[in-house]
């Protein structure tokens, strides 16, 4: 038997309808049942969209106004206590504040009135290898569970009333465990007997309610788990088997490994497994998972844009099926979350390339013509298969695709292409020179506020509506006045503020060869943050310099140094739907040939300081320890080839966030940039001691608050945090900066959190002894 299903589908509705709501909510436009009512009609379009297309069953619990971990915090009933609830608050308020944190208490540092302290969100940080961003529960020696279901309960009900049948998602216990923090030496495992009790408690709810399966998502099977780990995944499901609602086991995103006996024994009536990102190991499934239970197949690549080559997929089915007496179900490899809604009639992506690529709804028809083909043949859906088998080929022979002239500049590159001239100590004296900056040098990370205003003019312009003057005369006023600003606060480092960019990707992709974008291509990156990532389909170019004259003109506003903004060429592949037709590698390197020429070109327009974002380095790890190395040898080459075509005196930046580090720490260095900044606020500075037990060699500016929050840090919030930081890091090597751009935020609170800021850096010099020069 043969059933299709999904494993999630993407939450923000086909026109960002669920980011705009809730973006109204937070201003106070509308209040929760408005919001509540956005939310119920998006799922019943979506569970509508998943039943017209053949689908056995709708998903449910893959819905969440921010994220789905965040959701099981409250499920689970273990929110911080740090948080206070009390009960009186309601299910959003609590939700909004997890992922927000409140400002409580008011504060005078900066004269502005602004509310500080408070309780700081959750932590933020990747979801696996994605740019999801997920939020990170808290765990403690006192944390206890209480099952809170109503909401969830609610949503089983709504899509029964519409007549689906139900399948609900869930996060499994170890797998939400394992995403988890540990305050206070708590050990997450020893909490696995006390969380238990509570899911078998929800799956029986929800059994009762008439679900007719539940998945529970275990993706860390997929990791290189400790033993006690490994071993606590049979007690758990032995317990949970008991609640009596079929359960499906759902790995994804890496091979099971030496895990794959474990998950085809573990007592559930059925396990999916990640056929695309491990297509090796879907005939060992198919002949160590017993008969009785169902076999669920991700064959259509959740995580990736490209049309699906249907014929190598029923390739890759059929000596499954023949191995299998039991139950065969497709599906694509994980949620559909990490894809576009659509992309089947997008008005800026031309014909042709509108037929090589599959969103979210077109990959439900794939599955529609896998399962047609494997119960029925293929004469129903001959013309399916007849357009999925030209726009493959038509793929494969376009010009747009490969360029000699890349393949020769590679090729041309010699072998110190990726090192710098003198080692960093010779390089640091070098630049302390030219810039005599200050201890405790303050800058931030590159974008400042993205106001209504330039949003409006970019829109203007992109219609047609604004001329090419016009617009660069809006945004030279913005970046004037983001100068001002800088310069009246007393930062010692500026940036230009970005307001002519869109999108820290986006922007240079636009001005690269090789890549296309949509004009509706969204994808949820973190709550109501979406991105909308291009698509890299051919070999890369730059065809001229993307930054080099707004740079300059910041920089001829001010004495003060400037720094170039460039995103790094790791960041762009992985914040891009890759082109799956070559490696990986190569294109990376292709990137970096086209970031080191922009490089090259802000060092000869008098740009001192130039900045390689690349947070999204350690997103790229492989999940499995045995691929790291090859990874971080090719990524880590990357970023040297954009950054190694400068002189000493130039001082290279690179920015990273919202991830763990400290296990890729030697690979960090390894990049060699001059400076390098980095997330720690969220995690109260934790971040920061694997840099100084490594005794990272170069510089180094810990983020001291939290741009995601609406709160305004405390000059005094800032202070401690530094000092913190100046225990495990030599002081004259610390700079002071956000934790991340600006561009989310108002110009108020950007403003008095910087005032605190700049202050809080005073102070430390001042603690320092009144040094007035970094030290030689």
């Known amino acids: 038997m043969i059933k299709t299903h999904i494993l999630g589908y993407p939450r923000i509705g086909a026109q960002r309808e669920l980011k705009f709501a809730l973006e109204r909510h937070w201003r106070g436009e509308i209040d929760e049942q408005a919001l509540e009512a956005v939310a119920a009609e998006l799922r019943a379009r979506h569970w509508a969209d998943q039943r017209a297309a053949g689908l056995d069953f709708v998903g449910v619990g893959d819905f969440a106004f921010y994220d789905q971990v965040a959701d099981h915090v409250l499920l689970f009933g273990c929110a911080p206590a740090r948080f206070g609830f009390t009960g009186a608050e309601t299910p959003l308020q609590q939700l909004f504040t997890l992922a927000r944190g409140v400002a409580t208490e008011a504060h005078d540092d900066c004269g502005c009135g602004h509310a500080s302290h408070g309780k700081p969100a959750l932590e933020m940080t990747k979801w696996f290898d994605t740019n999801y961003h997920y939020l990170v529960p808290e765990f403690d020696a006192a944390t206890r569970f209480a099952l809170a279901p109503d909401r969830l309960l609610d949503q089983v009900a709504q899509a029964r009333t519409l007549g689906h049948a139900v ?140 049309r699906a080559d249907l014929d190598a997929c029923l390739e890759r089915l059929r000596p499954v099926l023949e191995r299998r007496a039991g139950a065969v179900w497709l599906a694509p490899s994980c949620s559909l979350l990490h894809v576009p809604f659509t992309l089947a009639h997008d008005a800026a992506l031309d014909a042709e390339l509108r037929t090589w690529l599959a969103g979210a709804r077109e990959k439900l028809n794939e599955l529609r013509i896998l399962k047609q083909v494997l119960t029925g043949g293929e004469r129903a859906v001959a013309m399916d298969l007849a357009a999925a088998r030209a726009a493959l080929a038509a793929r494969r022979a376009s010009p747009r695709v490969a360029r000699p002239d890349v393949a020769a500049a590679l090729a041309a590159l010699p072998p110190d292409a990726d090192r710098r001239a003198a080692p960093f100590a010779q390089r640091q004296a ?44 809006a945004m030279r006023a913005e970046i004037a006045h983001a100068v001002r600003v800088q310069e009246e606060l007393g930062l010692d480092v500026l940036v230009h503020g970005e307001a002519e960019r ?248 950007t403003e008095a959190a910087l005032r605190n800021m700049v202050a809080a850096a005073r102070l430390l010099r001042d603690e320092a002894g009144g040094g007035t020069v970094q030290a030689a």
Not at 529 to 534: A, G, I, S, Y
Not at 625 to 653: C, E, K, N, P
Not at 659 to 682: C, G, K, Q, W
Request: glycine share 8%.
């Open 430 to 473: 070098v630049q302390r020179a030219r810039f005599d900056l200050p201890a405790f040098p303050t800058t931030t990370i590159g974008s400042f506020p993205q106001t209504p205003a330039i949003r409006a003019a970019r829109a203007a312009w992109r219609r047609g509506e604004l001329a090419d003057a016009g617009y660069d005369t």
């Open 167 to 306: 399948k609900v998602t869930l996060v499994g216990p170890l797998s939400f465990l394992w995403l988890g923090k540990a305050k206070d030496g708590a050990d997450r495992l020893a909490l696995l007997d006390a969380l238990l009790p509570v899911y078998c408690d929800l799956l029986a709810r929800l059994k009762a309610a008439g679900a007719e399966w539940v998945q529970l998502d275990e993706p860390i099977l997929g990791l290189d788990l400790p033993g006690d780990w490994s071993l606590a995944f049979e007690r758990a499901y032995h317990l949970l088997h008991g609640a009596g609602v079929p359960l499906l086991l759902a790995t994804y995103f890496s091979p099971l490994q030496e895990n794959l006996s474990l998950a085809c024994k573990l007592p559930v009536a059925g396990l999916h497994v990640d056929g695309v990102r491990a297509p090796e190991e879907l005939r060992p499934v198919a002949d160590w998972l017993p008969d009785h239970k169902v076999l669920s197949v991700g064959i259509v690549d959740g995580r990736n844009i490209w």
């Open 502 to 749: 869109n999108d820290m990707v986006e922007y240079f992709g636009e001005q690269l060869d090789g890549f296309a974008f949509s004009a509706n291509g969204w994808v949820q990156s973190y709550g109501s943050r979406c991105v909308k990532p291009p698509v890299l389909y051919g070999d890369v170019a730059r065809p001229a310099p993307m930054t080099v004259a707004w740079t300059a003109y910041a920089q001829s506003l001010t004495a003060r140094p400037m720094k170039g903004m460039l995103t790094g060429p790791v960041t762009i592949l992985q914040w891009s739907f890759v082109r799956d037709d070559q490696p990986r590698a190569l294109t990376c390197a292709q990137i970096a040939l086209a970031i080191r020429a922009e490089v090259c070109d802000l060092e000869r327009a008098g740009i001192g300081i130039v900045q390689i974002d690349e947070p999204a380095l350690r997103e790229g790890l492989p999940l499995r320890r045995a691929s790291r190395d090859a990874y971080l040898d090719w990524a880590g080459r990357a970023f040297r080839i954009a950054a190694s075509g400068v002189a000493d005196a130039t001082q290279i930046h690179t920015h990273m966030c919202y991830a763990e580090f400290n296990d890729i720490l030697p690979a960090i260095a390894a990049l060699d940039a001059d400076v390098i900044t980095i997330e720690t606020s969220r995690s109260d500075m934790e971040l920061l001691a694997g840099f100084g037990a490594f005794a990272y060699p170069n510089e180094i500016g810990p983020g001291v608050y939290d741009i995601h929050s609406p709160r305004v840090p405390a000059t005094s919030d800032m202070v401690r945090l530094l000092r913190k930081a100046s225990a495990v890091v030599p002081a004259d090597r610390l700079w002071v900066n956000p934790d991340c751009g600006l561009k989310t935020r108002a110009w108020p609170e």
